[in-house]
């Protein structure tokens, strides 16, 4: 026996002979809300699209309507419950954004509930502020005064308390045009967050090529996005995460993996977790999507929920296994790493590992 086993203070785990992998990273959810949109995702169902329901003022605005109505227990109530659901399938690591409040006191109440689950929760949480994710009601005749909100309130304050490590935007037709993100960008980065951008989901606006121009961390969604928007992309050290489920909901094609893959982008993977495009907290099924509808391979597919996503979130320290990585471990029960993509929509997860705590199996 190793040296090193023999310490009374190491704990031994027997896997028995399973696929153990490093905890999965999910780079990109909304875990924070009140309220479901079955109707919604009803009518999608039905032929009406999702920016036709934002732009008629249900979508996101509906989720901010309940999340403002529900009181801080219930959000952590409902967001520890979309927690443990993540868990379940090996993630160890999310991104989580607010926005849905739209509010200032709303948006640092949101992060603040993120702040008490990541103290009481297995998982880790990586905030981002997304005050940036539509224009509220209240301000649909003056969308100036709320972009300044973001700029002179949100963003210093989330900073100034910590509540935020990025700052998240929507740029899209209907909600943020380029150049309102890039004041946005400009006053995070002035705060020391870092950047993140919801971007080319339906239309190219250019947010990609703006984001990265800007040393952006991650472009996230990226269904739309143009081949000279790729090559730009490809210059810059920019991750792109795609949100498989998002487009499988909104019936958008699928990312364009291949492309961005040969132009030398790194690409992640990530739920989306929210309860408007992308009611699922399963990465392995994104991992299946990649591969079955995207051209991954099911090594790209891994590398996507692990090393890349751990590069889309700065955290040199996840996402890998070895002496320089924290002890989060995923155990599943699989006899081959094939077999997760492979497997699509079952759940093979039987242990988890965080910070070398068996925390669920
Ligand atoms: O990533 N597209 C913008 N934001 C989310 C959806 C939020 C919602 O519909 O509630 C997304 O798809
Ligand atoms: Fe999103």
């Given at each position: 026996?190793?040296?090193?086993?023999?310490?009374?203070?190491?704990?031994?785990?027997?896997?028995?002979?399973?696929?153990?992998?490093?905890?999965?990273?999910?780079?990109?959810?909304?875990?924070?809300?009140?309220?479901?949109?079955?109707?919604?995702?009803?009518?999608?169902?039905?032929?009406?699209?999702?920016?036709?329901?934002?732009?008629?003022?249900?979508?996101?605005?509906?989720?901010?309507?309940?999340?403002?109505?529900?009181?801080?227990?219930?959000?952590?109530?409902?967001?520890?419950?979309?927690?443990?659901?993540?868990?379940?399938?090996?993630?160890?690591?999310?991104?989580?954004?607010?926005?849905?409040?739209l509010t200032v006191?709303?948006e640092?109440?949101?992060?603040?509930?993120?702040?008490?689950?990541?103290?009481?929760?297995?998982?880790?949480?990586?905030?981002?502020?997304?005050g940036a994710?539509?224009?509220p009601?209240?301000h649909?005749?003056?969308?100036e005064s709320y972009i300044r909100q973001i700029i002179e309130q949100m963003i210093?304050q989330?900073?100034?308390?910590?509540?935020?490590?990025?700052?998240?935007?929507?740029?899209?037709?209907?909600?943020?045009?380029?150049?309102?993100?890039?004041?946005?960008?400009?006053?995070?980065?002035?705060?020391?967050?870092?950047?993140?951008?919801?971007?080319?989901?339906?239309?190219?606006?250019?947010?990609?090529?703006?984001?990265?121009?800007?040393?952006?961390?991650?472009?996230?969604?990226?269904?739309?996005?143009?081949?000279?928007?790729?090559?730009?992309?490809?210059?810059?050290?920019?991750?792109?995460?795609?949100?498989?489920?998002?487009?499988?909901?909104?019936?958008?094609?699928?990312?364009?993996?291949?492309?961005?893959?040969?132009?030398?982008?790194?690409?992640?993977?990530?739920?989306?977790?929210?309860?408007?495009?992308?009611?699922?907290?399963?990465?392995?099924?994104?991992?299946?999507?990649?591969?079955?509808?995207?051209?991954?391979?099911?090594?790209?597919?891994?590398?996507?929920?692990?090393?890349?996503?751990?590069?889309?979130?700065?955290?040199?320290?996840?996402?890998?296994?070895?002496?320089?990585?924290?002890?989060?471990?995923?155990?599943?029960?699989?006899?081959?790493?094939?077999?997760?993509?492979?497997?699509?929509?079952?759940?093979?997860?039987?242990?988890?590992?965080?910070?070398?705590?068996?925390?669920?199996?």
């Amino acid at each position: 026996m190793e040296e090193w086993l023999a310490n009374p203070k190491i704990s031994k785990f027997d896997a028995g002979g399973r696929l153990v992998t490093p905890g999965l990273i999910d780079p990109h959810t909304h875990p924070i809300f009140a309220g479901e949109r079955c109707e919604e995702f009803d009518l999608k169902a039905q032929g009406r699209s999702y920016l036709e329901i934002h732009k008629a003022g249900g979508g996101i605005q509906s989720t901010v309507n309940a999340t403002r109505a529900a009181s801080k227990d219930q959000l952590v109530d409902n967001g520890s419950l979309q927690f443990d659901r993540l868990l379940r399938w090996g993630i160890t690591t999310i991104e989580a954004k607010s926005g849905y409040a739209l509010t200032v006191d709303g948006e640092l109440r949101l992060l603040k509930v993120l702040q008490q689950l990541d103290g009481c929760h297995a998982i880790d949480v990586m905030p981002s502020l997304l005050g940036a994710h539509t224009i509220p009601l209240e301000h649909k005749g003056d969308r100036e005064s709320y972009i300044r909100q973001i700029i002179e309130q949100m963003i210093p304050q989330a900073a100034a308390e910590k509540l935020a490590q990025f700052c998240d935007a929507y740029c899209e037709d209907g909600a943020f045009s380029t150049d309102e993100v890039a004041r946005i960008f400009d006053a995070a980065k002035k705060h020391g967050l870092k950047l993140r951008l919801h971007a080319e989901q339906f239309t190219d606006q250019g947010g990609s090529v703006l984001a990265a121009k800007m040393g952006a961390t991650s472009v996230d969604h990226l269904e739309a996005i143009s081949a000279e928007s790729i090559r730009a992309l490809g210059e810059s050290e920019t991750v792109a995460v795609l949100l498989p489920g998002a487009a499988l909901t909104c019936k958008s094609a699928m990312p364009p993996a291949s492309e961005l893959f040969a132009a030398g982008i790194p690409v992640a993977l990530g739920t989306d977790l929210n309860p408007g495009s992308s009611m699922t907290a399963s990465l392995p099924l994104m991992m299946s999507l990649a591969c079955m509808q995207m051209g991954f391979s099911c090594d790209q597919a891994w590398q996507a929920v692990t090393r890349v996503a751990a590069q889309s979130l700065a955290r040199p320290d996840i996402g890998h296994l070895g002496k320089s990585a924290i002890a989060d471990l995923a155990i599943f029960d699989a006899p081959d790493y094939r077999y997760i993509p492979y497997h699509y929509g079952e759940n093979h997860c039987s242990a988890v590992i965080k910070r070398g705590r068996v925390v669920f199996g």
